[in-house]
């Protein structure tokens, strides 16, 4: 079966095609710009850049640039959602959710998302940001946003209303000790299981968490630095952790089967822990997997064996779909 794979690159959009354990380029767009995230429905790919979002119908034959609210935003991730209807999500720095009805035609802004932003003095300690939005994980009506450094996002109604989860405070205080049942605020990325709603994880800059009702506590599972993270949909107690000593350093790659309790290495292929890199995104692909490192490094993995290949590109890899 044939599988195309966009990638996000410094130097513009990439398409890969995928034939068994083979990746082959066959396509590459907007060369003139680095693609921070892109999301794909169909023959529709949105690409979200420093400046703005542009747009493909035709399954990246060609490109427009939307001009509506969305023209100069610095975009930090977009995801689509099916919850009866398809909405696509933007999340921005400084940290703002918009929202789009019609395949990313026209955008509307989550208005209590800044007032939050406002009131609790989110930051990002690279930029003078305030704060930005890198990760949405949807189940249903309920969705999650993950802010850095702001904290967890929920929304109960499709994204209609977003709010604080009730086990994140959405102070982003970066020292001392959460308190019992809270989130770090320095969250990187989400997910939830497909088994419920009220299952949730989340990669920080304090460790690896879980949540069991929807956001309202959180254990700790792992005391680590870490950004991306994937569960397995067929197993909630089967993680996979892109971990690290300290942000970019000693990075590596961790497995738990016991739903975070214990964790054992999962990175055949790669010579880890990486000295200056870690894993910034795991991206799942109809059965197999995609690790995104942030030194732009792209590596592949047949199903769960987690026997890593690196794909060469030939331009930084900052994330990546499929079609």
Known sequence: ?????????EAGVYRLEKQ???LSQTGRYLDDQEITCLAVTGDIILAGTHNGIYRSEDGAATWQKLNDSSGDLYLRWI??????????????EPAAIYVSNDNGGAWQERPEVARLRDKHGWFLPYSNGAGCVRGFAFHGQRGYAAVEVG???RTDNGGVLWQLAPGSSGNPSMGGVNEPGMIHPDVHSIYTHPYSADLVCAPTGG???LSPDGGQN???LYDCYCRAAWWNPENPDHLLLGS???VERMGRIEESLDRGRTWNPASEGMQTPWTRHMVERFVPMKGDLFA???????WFSQGNRFVWNEVEVGARVNAAASA
């Open 218 to 220: 959180w254990k700790l």
């Open 1 to 9: 079966m044939e599988i195309h794979v966009f990638l996000a690159t």
């Open 292 to 298: 995104v490192l942030s030194n732009g490094e792209l």
């Open 20 to 22: 068994g354990n083979h």
């Open 79 to 92: 995801a689509v959602h099916n919850g009866g209807r398809y909405t696509v999500f933007a999340g921005t």
């Open 151 to 153: 904290g967890v996002l």
């Open 207 to 209: 460790g690896f968490y």
């Open 244 to 246: 690290a000593d300290g």
